[in-house]
């Protein structure tokens, strides 16, 4: 189910890399994909450990996300002139950080919940348990936003704390590094987001190149449907 998506345009000048959140899977941008015009290349990549079992997400280190998108990236420069990210998350810390170092290889960024100041409410992890039980009619739109199986040997689950020690870390350095962006940047943040604090705002409003956006209604991963069709514009503003 969670597997990366290609389709790579011969002769398109456009291409959007698509980076999922952390424990998250490339299916979260379905319909945000399905809405780009059929003559830009599309790439919604699979982090490393992502889409598998909780050991293989406890094996892999953000250094190795990093360097996935930055391959990924010079991939789709090699063959467009102008390279877009949309991105999620986790995978918007990614971006940052690509961003920054190499500020010509993007051209355009749509980030969606940038996490610089990261905060969690117990009822954020209600819809994991609610996935991992079989879930109801009402949480299944998060089955595209969740990709790791769920084990019930909790011992397992240790891997996992280096790995969001290492988020933590990711979100303190691009936090002090985010004045230096120089890339076109649309920011999408959730106005009822229950892990990430939107004190991040005040991260990103110093910044000529940042554009914010509030989505009063969504919460992280579930988007009010006035908002998707703010994203989805948005995108396809960017891509023209």
């Given at each position: 189910m969670h597997q990366p998506f290609k389709r790579i345009i011969s002769g398109a000048e456009s291409a959007v890399l698509f980076v999922h959140g952390i424990n998250a899977t490339p299916r979260f941008f379905d319909e945000y994909v399905a809405a780009l015009p059929e003559h830009v290349s599309v790439h919604s990549l699979l982090l490393p450990g992502h889409g598998g079992s909780v050991r293989d997400f406890g094996a892999h280190s953000a250094q190795e996300w990093e360097m996935h998108v930055r391959?990924?990236?010079?991939?789709?420069?090699?063959?467009?002139?102008?390279?877009?990210?949309?991105?999620?998350?986790?995978?918007?810390?990614?971006?940052?950080?690509?961003?920054?170092?190499?500020?010509?290889?993007i051209a355009g960024m749509l980030l969606l919940c940038v996490p610089l100041r990261i905060w969690s409410k117990p009822t954020a992890w209600w819809g994991k348990l609610a996935k991992g039980l079989g879930g109801k009619a009402a949480q299944e739109e998060l089955r595209t936003c969740y990709g790791t199986e769920v084990d019930w040997r909790i011992w397992?689950?240790?891997?996992?704390?280096?790995?969001?020690?290492?988020?933590?870390?990711?979100s303190r350095e691009v936090r002090r590094s985010i004045h230096r962006l120089k890339v076109p940047t649309c920011v999408f943040m959730a106005g009822r987001d229950e892990q990430v604090s939107l004190r991040s705002e005040h991260c990103m409003r110093g910044n000529p190149a940042i554009t914010l956006r509030r989505m009063a209604k969504s919460t992280h991963h579930i988007f009010a449907t006035e908002d998707k069709r703010a994203i989805t514009a948005a995108l396809q503003e960017m891509c023209q």
């Open positions: 391959q990924a990236l010079d991939a789709l420069r090699k063959n467009h002139q102008r390279v877009y990210i949309m991105a999620h998350s986790l995978g918007t810390l990614l971006a940052l950080r690509e961003a920054v170092r190499d500020s010509k290889s397992r689950y240790v891997g996992w704390i280096p790995r969001y020690a290492e988020l933590f870390v990711l």
